[in-house]
């Protein structure tokens, strides 16, 4: 059927011929059109992000010798891109940390130390004399005069300040400041520049006069500023009214014509110190001119001027100077070029001379790096006494490539410059971190100690003595520029023990994932392992030559007693004990004979304590107490007999199994007849004076010996605690039942007895029998319990004080073998434990918090745990011992820090030294090359190293463990050793990409390393005799099982080119599929197919990109491509008869200059979410959207940040004791942190996403729900409101109470700002609990549904607001907890 119509052509009807198959068709396509326009459009899941940083930059730009307490103590501040480390040299010649800070939220542009050493003196000479006319007065004596000179000492304002230029705009005067408690703290002051500047990097050029009485702050260009600051007595009034200081008296700008090349204040003559200089180095139209500005302290700032406007033209030679280094003499000054120094003199007079000097020319050290010539970076005065200063200034100068110049400058001389000595190398390149401090070393000797931060490898202080070369005496680590990170994971079927042996248990902890990255440049270059912990260097060392079962730290005690006391440290061995001697300076170790020492060295030690006056040691047949002078030995029958009054049992000898000893007090037990009897011994020590004791070894004293308590079960261990009734002890034992405590007090017949099952809590987390306990008291009358168990768990218990029962317990893993525990008696930061368990030292923090409704669960939630990893500064790669005993040194005057441990490994006595707080402690295996590319084999179990070795590009086979290179490159046809495989060894040849391709056919896998470089060389590596690997894997794990603490050498792994590709263009990247590689070179994408039967590579595909593929990478069928400019490309490889076709599906419709991509599968979303670094700082979150008219990559969230990210990288890699349980009583259910959050409600089946940036930082991802995101974001809304958390960069308007998902920014949580409320436990002054007013109201109600929504609703509406706050604490502990 057909009819015919009419229709409108171009002005003309036209007639035509339709049936009605065209027509239906015609409609049909209609309908399709409406459907698609009114079909619903995809949405994108609402997902934030939330970053913190686990590892900060070393990178160091200024070190800067500061007095920030006396002129006595020398600190030193290391400063880098947004931290400020101050440290303390100490009289080992060791710099030590004192105090960070990090909290800045900006960089820092620049740093100079402010303060006149003369005003302080002149200070302290004026409160002296203050203080005697006070003292003659009244007549007071010279202890009362003492005592009220002390608190004007510390009243006062230090020496020096530290002065920081931020990128905000805004100078910060620190300075340090001592708590209460002894803990020390930063007050800050600020000054801010003004609004002309802030366009112009201001502060990029920071000058302080020598008198500390002025300071400029340059831009990069046109304009400067000249401050008057106030001086030490107007400082010191305001003080009196605050701790926050203005330093700032006037200001005046001064324009200028040109860019700001260098700036520095002169030096006055010592006989007008009222003269002030400014000598600025100013580029106009090409040409540089050095401008001079001269006034008198006191004069106006405004009628500042230069002497003239077009200043002093320099000579085309010397029109870049490198550095600018004023002289004490003579207002004169060294411009040290590229290829002159010079000295200019008459600057003043309005003529000034040049006088050349450094004619010769140094070659290049083998660090250079490049071809041209190396360049001047730093300069240092080092400290003289003022009489030579006088008329010789001395001057420390370094290259980048580690030569060392000293100049000495003689005003007498005719020359001016009278020494120009290269004294030798640092053996590390320099950037422009330097300094120079003095050290006065043994027999009244002295010399410099230089101190360098390290460009692209490890810094260190290095002692300069007179005629000798600097030598090395601390490394300062230093991972930056990093390059690639790697991550060394485990059999997840395996449950590994630290040593690395693998146990059965199911309930055997997992071991983390192992972080490594090559860093570096030249020679100096490193594969770093990330660590995290607290650091203990490692001082003397001793190997006994006999295993040592446990080890204390007592007084010296020796029949011949000695003006310098030392320590003794009594060993217990198999079957008796020894005693050592360590001298008072801890250089030397020496044994001790039975004569030598009063202590019983007959029989194996139980334990050993000091208790004030006096000294006790128990042993399996004996009980010593040492007081003064006076010693009584208790025989094991001596103690029985006077206890029971009978005669003791025949058999089988009685013996001590356990002991505790405290105040005035010893427990021990004692098995017979089927029981175990805990006796008490309460020694009665004479009070008066030891010294009028007669010496006499065997003083009998009067004691008070008898049993407390008879106990029926197997007991474990024993400890004494004590509360308000009096002290007690705690008997742990063992039934078939369940494990057993038993709480007994010494002076009162009541028994308290406490049954814990072997599972604890409702996830029934599996005990054992407890082998160790120790105690820490609380100040709400409770005390805490930590018990060690058989099988690596801490189970910390809080006690009632009154009813001795349990009312919260938590349990921590810290590994599988038994778990010692042992209190540290002489911490003044809080309650400080040491646990040793897999062979490994952690140490357990307990903060406890002020009394509070929930404070009891805020206690043990407070419970920070880090490992202790020990380093050696001759061994930078060194491998953990294993420890197998723990004791604490005492303090001294002498020490070099707060916490000294003397460890045991096997028979070996180690002595290391504990950083106050946990920190990075990187292990450094050196390479000796510079490394571009890194890679972790799991079939080699080696790291693979892409590097440059003596200018050829090459592969490194690293052994992680021992970190020895096991590579041997062969030839593929003679199997003959030769320097570079085919393909490699070419000069100044990059790797690119380097990973690890499994083939896989017909049931056998092959696997290849695949390594592209930007030389246009795609090879594909083959690793020879694979079978004599695996083989020789096997043995060293047998053999590390048989043998403590042997290391097997591995056999060398041979590897050779089997197949390499070559083109014009560099080959970007390279991923591998199932049937072959996709590479791209140029431009250009290809697919390459392996065909079995001809061995060869096929092309199968090609596409064009719209730039070069910097990052590639497969799954399922889809190909992502991170272009160079165009961000992520995301193409489909469609399978065809006989080939393959390449179609692309979705973009970013942004283009990014990209670094990196990682693809992550998250719950939140249907499909995988795409996360993109780039350049600029920023990273981004794409979804994939389909179903519509364009599919492209949707922004989920944006964050900026202050680096880029050069790497992601997923690893299990939180530690063993992450999953923390925390329960009411014993029985009942476990409130695990692991459970908040939507997102991560399980962290042990989601790896950890991690960045790495170039500068060294190591940062942390966690994906956010929706409400999640809410919450957290309305934190940080309040946070960055907060004058004293974010003081630099905090806004001035009000809080929003409707949060904004637009822009995507908003999506971004920063975690470090975060911890600084959770720090300071700030929450309560972020809300104005306190203030009832209609805005307050709001915000907390705003804050307790969001929390509500977040937490699922497990709070009570009604629940009082303190609990809200505490369980918003909960909620942050969760989601900032340690990384590593």
């Given at each position: 059927m057909a009819f015919e119509t009419s229709t409108l052509v171009n002005g003309e009807w036209t007639t035509r011929t339709l049936d009605v198959d065209t027509v239906l068709r015609h409609y049909d396509q209609k309908d399709k059109e409406a459907t698609t326009t009114f079909m619903e459009v995809e949405s994108a899941p609402t997902i934030g992000i939330l970053t913190q940083t686990v590892i900060r930059s070393p990178l160091v730009h200024w070190i800067l010798p500061v007095k920030l307490k006396d002129l006595e103590t020398q600190h030193v501040a290391f400063i880098g891109d947004e931290f400020v480390q101050i440290k303390e040299l100490r009289p080992d010649g060791h710099l030590w940390d004192v105090l960070r800070k990090e909290n800045f939220g900006a960089r820092i542009r620049n740093a100079r130390v402010v303060g006149s050493i003369k005003a302080y003196e002149e200070d302290m000479k004026i409160e002296a004399t203050q203080v005697k006319d006070e003292d003659d007065d009244v007549s007071m004596d010279s202890g009362e005069a003492q005592s009220k000179a002390l608190p004007l000492g510390k009243a006062a304002l230090?020496?020096?300040?530290?002065?920081?230029?931020?990128?905000?705009?805004?100078?910060?005067?620190?300075?340090?400041?001592?708590?209460?408690?002894?803990?020390?703290?930063?007050?800050?002051?600020?000054?801010?520049?003004?609004?002309?500047?802030?366009?112009?990097?201001?502060?990029?050029?920071?000058?302080?006069?020598?008198?500390?009485?002025?300071?400029?702050?340059?831009?990069?260009?046109?304009?400067?500023?000249?401050?008057?600051?106030?001086?030490?007595?107007?400082?010191?009034?305001?003080?009196?009214?605050?701790?926050?200081?203005?330093?700032?008296?006037?200001?005046?700008?001064?324009?200028?014509?040109?860019?700001?090349?260098?700036?520095?204040?002169?030096?006055?003559?010592?006989?007008?110190?009222?003269?002030?200089?400014?000598?600025?180095?100013?580029?106009?139209?090409g040409k540089t001119r050095m401008l001079l500005y001269e006034w008198e302290t006191g004069s106006d700032l405004k009628q500042i001027h230069a002497h003239s406007n077009k200043g002093h033209l320099l000579e085309q030679s010397r029109e870049m100077p490198l550095l600018l280094i004023p002289l004490t003499l003579k207002s004169s000054f060294i411009l040290v070029c590229e290829d002159s120094m010079a000295v200019c003199q008459g600057i003043l007079q309005g003529s000034p001379t040049f006088i050349d000097f450094n004619n010769r020319i140094d070659m290049p050290t083998e660090l250079h790096h490049g071809s041209g010539r190396p360049l001047w970076t730093a300069w240092t005065r080092p400290p003289r006494l003022p009489g030579y200063a006088r008329v010789r200034d001395d001057i420390y100068i370094a290259r980048e490539d580690g030569l060392i110049k000293f100049l000495e400058i003689d005003s007498t001389e005719d020359e001016f410059v009278k020494a120009d000595n290269n004294i030798g190398e640092f053996g590390a390149n320099c950037g422009t971190a330097l300094a120079c401090l003095d050290f006065e070393i043994q027999h009244n000797k002295s010399g410099d100690l230089l101190v360098t931060g390290g460009d692209s490898c490890p810094g260190g202080t290095y002692l300069n003595e007179a005629r000798k070369i600097p030598t090395l005496t601390q490394p300062i680590p230093n991972w930056s520029p990093a390059h690639d990170l790697a991550i060394m994971s485990y059999d997840k079927g395996k449950k590994y023990l630290a040593n690395g042996e693998v146990r059965n248990d199911e309930n055997a902890p997992t071991k983390p994932d192992r972080l490594f990255a090559c860093v570096g440049k030249g020679k100096k270059s490193s594969i770093v392992e990330f660590r995290y912990g607290i650091e203990g260097k490692l001082g003397l060392e001793m190997d006994y030559e006999i295993p040592i079962l446990q080890s204390w730290v007592l007084p010296q005690d020796s029949n011949e007693l000695q003006e310098e006391s030392g320590s003794i440290f009594l060993l217990s061995l198999g079957d008796h004990s020894a005693a050592l001697l360590l001298s008072s300076d801890a250089s030397d170790i020496m044994e001790l004979d039975a004569t030598s020492t009063r202590l019983d060295l007959r029989f194996r030690t139980i334990a050993a304590a000091t208790q004030e006056q006096y000294t006790i040691q128990v042993t399996e047949q004996s009980i010593v107490l040492l007081y003064g002078t006076q010693c009584h030995v208790y025989e094991l029958e001596e103690l029985l007999q006077l206890e029971s009054g009978l005669g003791v049992p025949t058999g089988l000898g009685p013996m001590i199994h356990d002991a505790a000893i405290g105040e005035d007090v010893v427990i021990f037990t004692v098995s017979r007849g089927g029981c175990t009897d805990?006796?008490?011994?309460?020694?009665?020590?004479?009070?008066?004076?030891?010294?009028?004791?007669?010496?006499?070894?065997?003083?009998?004293?009067?004691?008070?010996?008898?049993?407390?308590?008879?106990?029926?079960?197997?007991?474990?261990?024993?400890?004494?605690?004590?509360?308000?009734?009096?002290p007690f002890v705690a008997i742990a034992g063992w039934d078939e039942e369940s494990i057993i405590l038993t709480f007994q007090p010494i002076h009162v017949a009541s028994q308290q007895i406490l049954r814990i099952p072997y599972s604890f809590g409702d996830e029934g987390i599996p005990l054992e029998s407890i082998v160790s306990m120790a105690t820490a008291s609380l100040l709400s009358g409770n005390f805490l319990l930590l018990c060690g168990t058989r099988n690596g768990r801490v189970l910390t218990l809080e006690i009632c004080g009154s009813t001795l029962e349990i009312i919260l317990s938590r349990c921590d893993c810290i590994g599988a073998t038994t778990a010692i525990l042992s209190k540290d008696e002489y911490s003044h930061s809080g309650d400080l434990f040491f646990v040793s368990c897999d062979s490994k030292v952690c140490a357990l923090t307990i903060n406890t918090p002020e009394t509070s409704a929930t404070s009891s669960e805020r206690c043990l939630r407070s419970l920070g745990i880090n490992q202790v990893w020990l380093t050696d500064a001759l061994k930078p790669d060194l491998q953990q011992p294993k420890i197998t005993s723990i004791a604490r040194l005492p303090p001294n005057g002498l020490s070099s820090a707060d916490s000294n441990l003397l460890l045991i490994a096997g028979s070996q006595l180690l002595l290391a030294e504990l950083s106050t707080q946990p920190k990075a402690v990187p292990r450094q295996i050196s390479i000796k090359g510079t490394p571009t590319r890194l890679l972790y084999s799991h079939t080699l179990e080696v790291l693979i190293v892409a590097a440059s070795i003596k200018g050829g590009s090459t592969l490194?086979?690293?052994?992680?463990?021992?970190?020895?290179?096991?590579?041997?490159?062969?030839?593929?046809?003679?199997?003959?050793?030769?320097?570079?495989?085919?393909?490699?060894?070419?000069?100044?040849?990059?790797?690119?990409?380097?990973?690890?391709?499994?083939?896989?056919?017909?049931?056998?896998?092959?696997?290849?390393?695949?390594?592209?470089?930007?030389a246009g060389r795609l090879l594909i590596i083959s690793v020879a005799d694979q079978e004599r690997v695996r083989d020789d894997l096997l043995r060293a794990g047998l053999s590390h099982l048989e043998v403590e603490n042997s290391h097997h050498t591995r056999s060398k792994i041979s590897y050779y080119t089997r197949h390499k590709f070559k083109c014009a263009e560099p080959v970007y990247s390279v991923t591998g599929f199932a049937d072959g590689l996709l590479w791209c070179a140029g431009e250009n994408l290809f697919c390459d197919v392996l065909d079995l039967g001809e061995k060869r590579f096929k092309r199968a595909a090609q596409y064009q990109l719209p730039s070069p593929a910097i990052d590639l990478s497969y799954s399922n069928g889809a190909i992502y491509a991170l272009t160079k400019a165009h961000s992520l490309e995301v193409l489909r490889l469609v399978a065809t008869p006989g080939d393959f076709q390449i179609v692309r599906t979705h973009g970013d419709p942004l283009s990014r200059a990209s670094l990196h991509h990682a693809m992550v599968s998250l719950p939140l979303a249907n499909r995988p979410v795409h996360l993109v670094s780039d350049k600029l700082c920023s990273m981004v979150g794409l979804w994939p959207a389909y179903n519509t008219k364009a599919d492209t990559l949707v922004t989920l969230f944006e964050a900026e940040l202050s680096y880029s990210v050069l790497r992601f990288r997923a690893a299990d890699c939180r530690p063993v004791w992450d999953n923390v349980r925390i329960s009411k009583g014993i029985n009942s259910n476990t409130n695990g942190l692991g459970k908040m959050g939507a997102e991560l409600r399980d962290p042990r089946k989601r790896s950890e996403l991690l960045g790495l940036?170039?500068?060294?930082?190591?940062?942390?991802?966690?994906?956010?729900?929706?409400?999640t995101w809410q919450f957290l974001r309305f934190i940080i809304n309040l946070t960055i409101r907060s004058p004293s958390l974010c003081e630099f960069t905090y806004q001035d308007d009000p809080v929003p109470l409707d949060l904004a998902v637009e822009p995507k920014l908003m999506m971004h949580v920063d975690g470090d700002i975060l911890k600084r409320c959770l720090e300071g436990r700030s929450l309560e002054n972020l809300l104005h609990i306190s203030h009832d007013t209609a805005e307050t109201r709001k915000i907390f109600e705003t804050f307790r549904e969001l929390l509500r929504a977040a937490d699922c609703g497990k709070l009570e509406n009604n629940a009082p607001p303190a609990a809200y706050v505490d369980q918003a604490y909960a909620f942050l502990e969760f989601f900032l907890r340690p990384v590593l």
């Amino acid at each position: 059927m057909a009819f015919e119509t009419s229709t409108l052509v171009n002005g003309e009807w036209t007639t035509r011929t339709l049936d009605v198959d065209t027509v239906l068709r015609h409609y049909d396509q209609k309908d399709k059109e409406a459907t698609t326009t009114f079909m619903e459009v995809e949405s994108a899941p609402t997902i934030g992000i939330l970053t913190q940083t686990v590892i900060r930059s070393p990178l160091v730009h200024w070190i800067l010798p500061v007095k920030l307490k006396d002129l006595e103590t020398q600190h030193v501040a290391f400063i880098g891109d947004e931290f400020v480390q101050i440290k303390e040299l100490r009289p080992d010649g060791h710099l030590w940390d004192v105090l960070r800070k990090e909290n800045f939220g900006a960089r820092i542009r620049n740093a100079r130390v402010v303060g006149s050493i003369k005003a302080y003196e002149e200070d302290m000479k004026i409160e002296a004399t203050q203080v005697k006319d006070e003292d003659d007065d009244v007549s007071m004596d010279s202890g009362e005069a003492q005592s009220k000179a002390l608190p004007l000492g510390k009243a006062a304002l230090p020496p020096q300040f530290l002065l920081l230029q931020l990128h905000t705009g805004d100078s910060v005067f620190l300075r340090l400041h001592q708590l209460e408690n002894g803990k020390r703290t930063f007050i800050s002051s600020r000054h801010r520049v003004t609004k002309p500047m802030l366009t112009l990097q201001p502060g990029i050029h920071l000058a302080v006069d020598p008198s500390s009485r002025y300071m400029a702050i340059g831009c990069s260009e046109r304009l400067l500023t000249i401050y008057a600051l106030h001086s030490r007595a107007q400082l010191k009034e305001q003080s009196s009214m605050g701790p926050e200081l203005r330093h700032v008296e006037s200001e005046s700008i001064i324009s200028l014509n040109g860019l700001i090349q260098k700036m520095e204040f002169l030096y006055p003559s010592p006989d007008d110190e009222g003269h002030t200089i400014l000598l600025v180095l100013v580029v106009i139209k090409g040409k540089t001119r050095m401008l001079l500005y001269e006034w008198e302290t006191g004069s106006d700032l405004k009628q500042i001027h230069a002497h003239s406007n077009k200043g002093h033209l320099l000579e085309q030679s010397r029109e870049m100077p490198l550095l600018l280094i004023p002289l004490t003499l003579k207002s004169s000054f060294i411009l040290v070029c590229e290829d002159s120094m010079a000295v200019c003199q008459g600057i003043l007079q309005g003529s000034p001379t040049f006088i050349d000097f450094n004619n010769r020319i140094d070659m290049p050290t083998e660090l250079h790096h490049g071809s041209g010539r190396p360049l001047w970076t730093a300069w240092t005065r080092p400290p003289r006494l003022p009489g030579y200063a006088r008329v010789r200034d001395d001057i420390y100068i370094a290259r980048e490539d580690g030569l060392i110049k000293f100049l000495e400058i003689d005003s007498t001389e005719d020359e001016f410059v009278k020494a120009d000595n290269n004294i030798g190398e640092f053996g590390a390149n320099c950037g422009t971190a330097l300094a120079c401090l003095d050290f006065e070393i043994q027999h009244n000797k002295s010399g410099d100690l230089l101190v360098t931060g390290g460009d692209s490898c490890p810094g260190g202080t290095y002692l300069n003595e007179a005629r000798k070369i600097p030598t090395l005496t601390q490394p300062i680590p230093n991972w930056s520029p990093a390059h690639d990170l790697a991550i060394m994971s485990y059999d997840k079927g395996k449950k590994y023990l630290a040593n690395g042996e693998v146990r059965n248990d199911e309930n055997a902890p997992t071991k983390p994932d192992r972080l490594f990255a090559c860093v570096g440049k030249g020679k100096k270059s490193s594969i770093v392992e990330f660590r995290y912990g607290i650091e203990g260097k490692l001082g003397l060392e001793m190997d006994y030559e006999i295993p040592i079962l446990q080890s204390w730290v007592l007084p010296q005690d020796s029949n011949e007693l000695q003006e310098e006391s030392g320590s003794i440290f009594l060993l217990s061995l198999g079957d008796h004990s020894a005693a050592l001697l360590l001298s008072s300076d801890a250089s030397d170790i020496m044994e001790l004979d039975a004569t030598s020492t009063r202590l019983d060295l007959r029989f194996r030690t139980i334990a050993a304590a000091t208790q004030e006056q006096y000294t006790i040691q128990v042993t399996e047949q004996s009980i010593v107490l040492l007081y003064g002078t006076q010693c009584h030995v208790y025989e094991l029958e001596e103690l029985l007999q006077l206890e029971s009054g009978l005669g003791v049992p025949t058999g089988l000898g009685p013996m001590i199994h356990d002991a505790a000893i405290g105040e005035d007090v010893v427990i021990f037990t004692v098995s017979r007849g089927g029981c175990t009897d805990v006796q008490v011994l309460c020694p009665e020590i004479p009070t008066h004076d030891i010294m009028q004791i007669d010496d006499s070894s065997t003083s009998p004293a009067r004691n008070n010996i008898r049993t407390v308590a008879k106990i029926y079960y197997q007991v474990t261990s024993l400890t004494i605690g004590q509360v308000e009734a009096g002290p007690f002890v705690a008997i742990a034992g063992w039934d078939e039942e369940s494990i057993i405590l038993t709480f007994q007090p010494i002076h009162v017949a009541s028994q308290q007895i406490l049954r814990i099952p072997y599972s604890f809590g409702d996830e029934g987390i599996p005990l054992e029998s407890i082998v160790s306990m120790a105690t820490a008291s609380l100040l709400s009358g409770n005390f805490l319990l930590l018990c060690g168990t058989r099988n690596g768990r801490v189970l910390t218990l809080e006690i009632c004080g009154s009813t001795l029962e349990i009312i919260l317990s938590r349990c921590d893993c810290i590994g599988a073998t038994t778990a010692i525990l042992s209190k540290d008696e002489y911490s003044h930061s809080g309650d400080l434990f040491f646990v040793s368990c897999d062979s490994k030292v952690c140490a357990l923090t307990i903060n406890t918090p002020e009394t509070s409704a929930t404070s009891s669960e805020r206690c043990l939630r407070s419970l920070g745990i880090n490992q202790v990893w020990l380093t050696d500064a001759l061994k930078p790669d060194l491998q953990q011992p294993k420890i197998t005993s723990i004791a604490r040194l005492p303090p001294n005057g002498l020490s070099s820090a707060d916490s000294n441990l003397l460890l045991i490994a096997g028979s070996q006595l180690l002595l290391a030294e504990l950083s106050t707080q946990p920190k990075a402690v990187p292990r450094q295996i050196s390479i000796k090359g510079t490394p571009t590319r890194l890679l972790y084999s799991h079939t080699l179990e080696v790291l693979i190293v892409a590097a440059s070795i003596k200018g050829g590009s090459t592969l490194l086979f690293i052994d992680p463990d021992t970190g020895e290179d096991l590579s041997q490159p062969v030839d593929q046809k003679t199997k003959e050793s030769v320097e570079f495989v085919s393909g490699l060894g070419n000069t100044n040849e990059r790797v690119f990409r380097l990973f690890e391709w499994p083939y896989t056919k017909d049931g056998k896998t092959w696997n290849f390393i695949i390594v592209s470089t930007d030389a246009g060389r795609l090879l594909i590596i083959s690793v020879a005799d694979q079978e004599r690997v695996r083989d020789d894997l096997l043995r060293a794990g047998l053999s590390h099982l048989e043998v403590e603490n042997s290391h097997h050498t591995r056999s060398k792994i041979s590897y050779y080119t089997r197949h390499k590709f070559k083109c014009a263009e560099p080959v970007y990247s390279v991923t591998g599929f199932a049937d072959g590689l996709l590479w791209c070179a140029g431009e250009n994408l290809f697919c390459d197919v392996l065909d079995l039967g001809e061995k060869r590579f096929k092309r199968a595909a090609q596409y064009q990109l719209p730039s070069p593929a910097i990052d590639l990478s497969y799954s399922n069928g889809a190909i992502y491509a991170l272009t160079k400019a165009h961000s992520l490309e995301v193409l489909r490889l469609v399978a065809t008869p006989g080939d393959f076709q390449i179609v692309r599906t979705h973009g970013d419709p942004l283009s990014r200059a990209s670094l990196h991509h990682a693809m992550v599968s998250l719950p939140l979303a249907n499909r995988p979410v795409h996360l993109v670094s780039d350049k600029l700082c920023s990273m981004v979150g794409l979804w994939p959207a389909y179903n519509t008219k364009a599919d492209t990559l949707v922004t989920l969230f944006e964050a900026e940040l202050s680096y880029s990210v050069l790497r992601f990288r997923a690893a299990d890699c939180r530690p063993v004791w992450d999953n923390v349980r925390i329960s009411k009583g014993i029985n009942s259910n476990t409130n695990g942190l692991g459970k908040m959050g939507a997102e991560l409600r399980d962290p042990r089946k989601r790896s950890e996403l991690l960045g790495l940036s170039i500068t060294g930082v190591l940062s942390h991802y966690t994906f956010l729900d929706f409400k999640t995101w809410q919450f957290l974001r309305f934190i940080i809304n309040l946070t960055i409101r907060s004058p004293s958390l974010c003081e630099f960069t905090y806004q001035d308007d009000p809080v929003p109470l409707d949060l904004a998902v637009e822009p995507k920014l908003m999506m971004h949580v920063d975690g470090d700002i975060l911890k600084r409320c959770l720090e300071g436990r700030s929450l309560e002054n972020l809300l104005h609990i306190s203030h009832d007013t209609a805005e307050t109201r709001k915000i907390f109600e705003t804050f307790r549904e969001l929390l509500r929504a977040a937490d699922c609703g497990k709070l009570e509406n009604n629940a009082p607001p303190a609990a809200y706050v505490d369980q918003a604490y909960a909620f942050l502990e969760f989601f900032l907890r340690p990384v590593l």
